[in-house]
């Protein structure tokens, strides 16, 4: 019986150690392996350390490094990969199972072609390391970084934005390439689309003042940017846009033309104020003379505010009626007061002619009675030219002297030879047209002319004794005793036909006297003509009137032929 009890006994505590051994295989199979996600709850929370129940023969341990700032409290649910285990039991990340889960993520969004979120972490050559919760760091292209040129990189440092993945392996390794401009070029689109559709031309809406150009300013309107040109600031001159706003500046605009198609928005601040030239003709009309201040200079003229929004140019042929102005800058500047006389104006365009001599008289208009024909004037050399100086003769008003009025007796081809610039002159107007604004004089009319008096000294048939002054292929050049001086023509030097002009001409040199005859004499051309030869004949014939005049006195009668048997 005892027996029986003892085999009893034994049986049973074998079949409770086999339970045991079941019981204890099975917990084992259940228990996570190495590098499986597990989810446990937190159950104790150090400064080094968060438990974590997982399941295992002992809790967890996750270094409290892992959380950063946010460490869990005790009873939340916590994801954690098993790395293995050490004697103090399972030992947990959050880090690699958050990378694990994020890499999942990634992989789908990548194939999705849908963002992730990340942090701009570190600059790189080229571009950015982003950081996407992944063991490894993205790479940004600073092409890529934003919808518009970066000026300092540093600047999106700690950035967390949507990116896209446009590349996730290399050679079957992870290596992502990520971009961020496309994803916020999608909102800016969105946005704008969203402004197109529930904005109209002449809404008001708020915009921050974002950047500047020399045409005006560019508005952020929420992500995306309409345009505030210099013209649309105000309806007066805008030299500057930073004179209106300010960078960083928040405004109220109407909204003046919407271009969905070329995503352009125009703006305006000018078109809060009534436009004033809608009352322009009641104000002002052609010939007033009106004030006005000089708003900007171009090589082509001035341009005048008449008042906040009403702007005329004057055209740089409008500046003066006497003065040639090569430069706007050289009679007026930017902020004088100024007069000026509407000429026209044109209201769909919005613009005015005006012109600064026509609020002045017009000194042409006197010109005529003040230097007529004969007048004798005084003035300074102010310019030489190729064909003769201008004199100023009065403020404003230039004459011109051409090189043929310098002297009765001079050939000037060069005015510099006789006149310098500054040089004070006397002259004689010789013509005056006030309605070609032309005035000429000449110096040698303040004298007596000197062809008249030879004129009448030496008619035609006179000789004289002159000097010669130049010797030419042509001729030789004679000046009278009176300065005057005429040509021998190359035919009438020789009283021999026969002998070459090249052989007369030898025989005299610049400076020796030469007896001539006077040909002809025109006092309009101031040109007069030698000869030597018709000399030498007078003399033959003065000789021959002598000699019968003197064979006459005697009683018998003398004839010609008696004088020639005489020579003989």
């Known amino acids: 019986m005892d027996e029986m009890e003892v085999e009893k006994e034994a049986a049973q505590n074998s079949k409770s150690d086999f339970q045991t051994q079941l019981e204890e295989s099975l917990k084992n199979f259940d228990a996570p392996q190495a590098g499986q996600l597990v989810e446990g709850t937190v159950i104790q929370v150090t400064s080094d350390y968060v438990y974590v129940d997982v399941g295992d023969k002992s809790e967890g341990l996750i270094s409290a490094e892992e959380f950063a700032d946010d460490l869990p409290k005790i009873g939340d649910k916590v994801q954690a990969l098993l790395v293995g285990h050490n004697n103090n039991g399972p030992v947990l990340s959050k880090k690699k199972a958050d990378s694990k889960r994020y890499l999942k993520d990634i992989q789908q969004a990548w194939k999705d ?36 040129k970066i000026e300092k990189p540093e600047s999106l440092l700690g950035l967390k934005s949507k990116f896209y993945i446009e590349r996730l392996y290399t050679d079957n390794k992870l290596n992502p ?30 915009g921050t003042v974002k950047s500047f150009t020399s045409f005006g300013a560019f508005i952020d309107l929420g992500g995306f ?8 600031m105000s309806w007066g001159h805008v030299a500057r846009p930073k004179d209106f706003v300010k960078k960083g500046q928040e405004i109220e605009l109407k909204v003046i033309r919407l271009d969905p198609a070329e995503k352009r928005i125009n703006l305006s601040l000018k078109h809060f104020a009534e436009d004033p030239w809608i ?13 006005g201040k000089v708003t900007k200079l171009t090589e082509f003229g001035a341009f005048v505010e008449l008042e906040e929004g009403i702007e005329g140019l004057v055209h740089i042929s409008e500046f003066s009626w006497t003065k040639k102005i090569n430069k706007p800058g050289d009679m007026v500047s930017v902020g004088q007061e100024v007069e000026a006389m509407i000429l026209g104006y044109d209201i769909q365009a919005g613009r005015v002619s005006l012109g600064f001599k026509q609020a002045t008289e017009n000194p042409w208009d006197s010109i005529g009675e003040k230097f007529a024909v004969g007048t004798k004037v005084k003035g300074k050399v102010v310019k030489l030219t190729a064909a003769g100086a201008f004199i100023s003769i009065d403020e404003g008003i230039d004459a011109f002297l051409h090189a043929d009025d310098i002297s009765w007796t001079k050939k000037v081809k060069h005015p510099g030879s006789e006149l310098t610039v500054g040089q004070e002159v006397e002259a004689v107007v010789i013509e005056c047209d006030p309605e070609a604004h032309r ?49 021998v023509n190359k035919a009438n030097l020789s009283d021999d036909k026969d002998v070459p002009f090249e052989e007369a001409v030898a025989k005299y040199k610049v400076g020796d006297k030469l007896n001539v005859y006077v040909v002809d004499v025109n006092t309009d051309k101031e040109k007069v003509a030698f000869s030597v ?35 003989k």
């Open 177 to 206: 390439v990520v971009n961020r401009r496309k994803y916020l070029e999608e909102q800016i689109d969105t946005k704008r689309d969203a402004f197109f559709n529930s904005v109209n031309i002449g809404d008001t809406v708020k």
């Open 533 to 567: 030869r018709e000399y030498k004949r007078k003399q033959q014939r003065d000789e021959i009137s002598q000699y019968m005049d003197s064979e006459s006195k005697d009683d018998g009668a003398y004839t010609l032929g008696d004088m020639i048997k005489s020579k």
């Open 225 to 232: 940017d309409g345009l505030l040109h210099i013209n649309d």
């Open 113 to 148: 072609k849908t963002p992730v979120e990340g942090t701009i972490a570190k600059v790189v050559k080229s571009g950015y390391e982003v950081n996407l919760g992944i063991d490894r760091a993205a790479f940004l292209p600073i092409s890529q970084a934003d919808s518009e």
């Open 279 to 291: 009352h322009f003709e009641e104000k002002y009309h052609v010939n007033d003379i009106v004030k």
């Open 439 to 487: 005035i000429k004089v000449g110096l040698k009319q303040v004298t007596d002319n000197p062809w008249t008096a030879f004129a009448e000294e030496y008619p035609v048939g006179s000789t004289l004794e002159g000097e010669i002054t130049s010797i030419t292929d042509f001729g030789v050049f004679v000046k009278a005793p009176n300065g005057i001086e005429g040509l």
